[in-house]
């Protein structure tokens, strides 16, 4: 451990969150004595006088911006417009003002969703541009890469040191189990058990199930975010992930096996698939500033299952 963290004022947009709170909890195990978490209810970072008062409050030395604007693949069909501007603005507005105010790093978490729809696998940083992200996710995935444009475009015009990290897709203890707007982990987890719960003996699942994920936990991911931070200082974008994918039709298996159900899985065709395959060439990571991920996707789901029936299904009953 040095000294890196608890010398440096670091604010962590998005720190409540999911991703989070990991991240913190990273933060203070490496002495991070200066962290400040700016409150959605406090400072709408879409909005520029509220970005310029909170650099103007804190004065941090380092940003590190998990806040976003994110769902599932039908949350992203209903809220194109919205997932666009919100999260377009935030990195534009967080990373122009850092700049301003002198901000020594800026962290920036990308998305898998702007990878081109057929990108070749694994997908590779430099395949970025190769092609139009999937359709569902286009409008999200394209204002999140555009935060990599201005990291580029910053560092070569005024030396701005900001790096950018495409995690793949996470899923952990304390995610989102909103059937609105979950991700296909929280969403298979919550449908299993609410099938059990009901007595139902069916559940349905967007797709035909041939599509395939690549899945990090959580812990990993923050793991993965506080490394670069303190180790990586370059323009190019680095992938975070395990390098391993999962068919979804396999994924529903696991995730039944691990919560009891024995029901019918019914496949809805009529829904989309979203990208074909996802799964990263994770080697820059290493190489940078040696991350490897550590936990294995079925010690990550059953923690998950876990957590679930501990804190929300207990409840719920």
């Known amino acids: 451990m040095s000294d890196f963290f608890a010398d440096s004022r670091v604010v962590v947009t998005g720190g409540a969150g999911f991703l989070g709170t990991h991240v913190v909890k990273k933060l203070a195990e490496r002495g991070c004595r200066n962290l400040f978490i700016p409150r959605s209810k406090e400072y709408d970072l879409t909005q520029a006088d509220q970005v310029s008062r909170m650099y103007d409050g804190f004065c941090p030395d380092m940003v590190i911006h998990l806040a976003a604007v994110v769902g599932g693949i039908g949350a992203n069909q209903i809220n194109p417009g919205k997932f666009c501007y919100d999260n377009l603005t935030m990195g534009a507005q967080l990373m122009e003002y850092g700049r301003l105010c002198g901000l020594k790093k800026f962290v920036a978490i990308g998305t898998v969703c702007s990878y081109p729809k057929y990108c070749r696998v694994p997908f590779r940083e430099a395949d970025l541009w190769e092609g139009y992200p999937e359709e569902t996710n286009a409008p999200y995935g394209l204002a999140k890469k555009m935060i990599?444009?201005?990291?580029?475009?910053?560092?070569?015009?005024?030396?701005?040191?900001?790096?950018?990290?495409?995690?793949?897709?996470?899923?952990?203890?304390?995610?989102?189990?909103?059937?609105?707007?979950?991700?296909?982990?929280?969403?298979?987890?919550?449908?299993?058990?609410?099938?059990?719960?009901?007595?139902?003996?069916?559940?349905?699942?967007?797709?035909?199930?041939?599509?395939?994920?690549?899945?990090?936990?959580?812990?990993?991911?923050?793991?993965?975010?506080?490394r670069a931070a303190e180790h990586y200082n370059e323009s190019e974008p680095v992938n975070l992930g395990t390098g391993r994918e999962v068919r979804i039709k396999d994924?529903?298996?696991?995730?039944?096996?691990?919560?009891?159900?024995?029901?019918?899985?019914?496949?809805?065709?009529?829904?989309?698939?979203?990208?074909?395959?996802?799964?990263?060439?994770?080697?820059?990571?290493a190489e940078q500033f040696g991350f490897v991920s550590q936990t294995t996707l079925a010690d990550g789901l059953q923690a998950t299952v876990q957590w679930y029936n501990a804190h929300i299904r207990n409840n719920e009953k």
Not at 176 to 200: E, Y
Not at 201 to 226: H, M, N, P, Q
């Open 148 to 226: 990599l444009v201005q990291s580029q475009a910053y560092r070569q015009q005024y030396g701005f040191n900001s790096i950018y990290l495409l995690p793949a897709n996470l899923y952990g203890p304390g995610d989102n189990f909103d059937p609105g707007s979950s991700h296909v982990i929280p969403a298979l987890i919550k449908k299993c058990c609410d099938a059990i719960d009901a007595g139902q003996d069916e559940i349905t699942v967007w797709g035909d199930g041939s599509a395939s994920r690549e899945f990090l936990y959580v812990a990993d991911a923050a793991e993965g975010i506080v």
């Open 251 to 285: 994924l529903v298996t696991v995730i039944a096996d691990l919560t009891g159900y024995t029901g019918r899985i019914r496949w809805d065709v009529s829904r989309p698939n979203g990208q074909p395959r996802r799964v990263l060439d994770v080697t820059r990571a």
